[in-house]
């Protein structure tokens, strides 16, 4: 199994939380089933534990094409793009955002009509730029309880 982080617009804390728990995980399991690539379009730190690899994909946008045509049914993608999100789950792949939501076609068609609104009200001029929403404590709980209880899901602990 593998967990695929769009590294690029992933928080420290959940880069560093993922390889953690992969390397807990490999431990645990000592047969090397689970990893964790971290795809990226830049050099992105991020604490390197066993099972845990970096990718970085030199054009812009490729760092999601990897994702998107290597991940598999079984896999867990970590990412905040919608679009990425709309392409693995649509193949059967489990995916999850950095705040712990879980991407589902609803939740996906959802937040896809809401951007795109949103776009076209801030070429208008109807509407505000967009803003970064905080992360904090609380984010960062609510991705580790998600990431944990979807991780156990997939390898059937």
């Known amino acids: 199994m593998t967990v695929w982080a769009d590294a690029d617009s ?8 993922i390889a ?9 399991r000592q047969d090397g089933s689970i990893h964790a690539v971290f795809a990226s379009n830049r050099p992105i730190p991020f604490d390197a534990f066993d099972g845990s690899t970096g990718v970085v994909v030199e054009a812009p ?4 094409d990897l994702i998107a045509e290597r991940a598999v049914p079984g896999d867990l993608v970590v990412t905040r793009d919608i679009p990425l999100a709309e392409r693995v789950i649509a193949r059967g792949v489990a995916a999850i955002n950095d705040r712990g939501d879980s991407w589902t ?5 959802e937040r896809r009509s809401l951007r795109d609104f949103m776009e076209k009200a801030r ?31 997939l390898l059937g602990a």
Not at 105 to 109: I, K, N, W
Not at 125 to 149: C, H, K, L, M
């Open 10 to 17: 992933l928080p420290r804390g959940v880069r560093d939380r």
């Open 123 to 153: 070429a208008l001029g109807t509407a505000a730029p967009v803003g970064n929403r905080s992360y904090g404590p609380a984010e960062e709980r609510a991705f580790a309880n998600a990431f944990d209880r979807v991780l156990s899901r």
């Open 105 to 109: 076609p609803d939740t996906v068609r």
């Open 61 to 64: 946008s490729t760092a999601d």
């Open 20 to 28: 953690r728990r992969v390397a807990r995980e490999r431990e645990r």
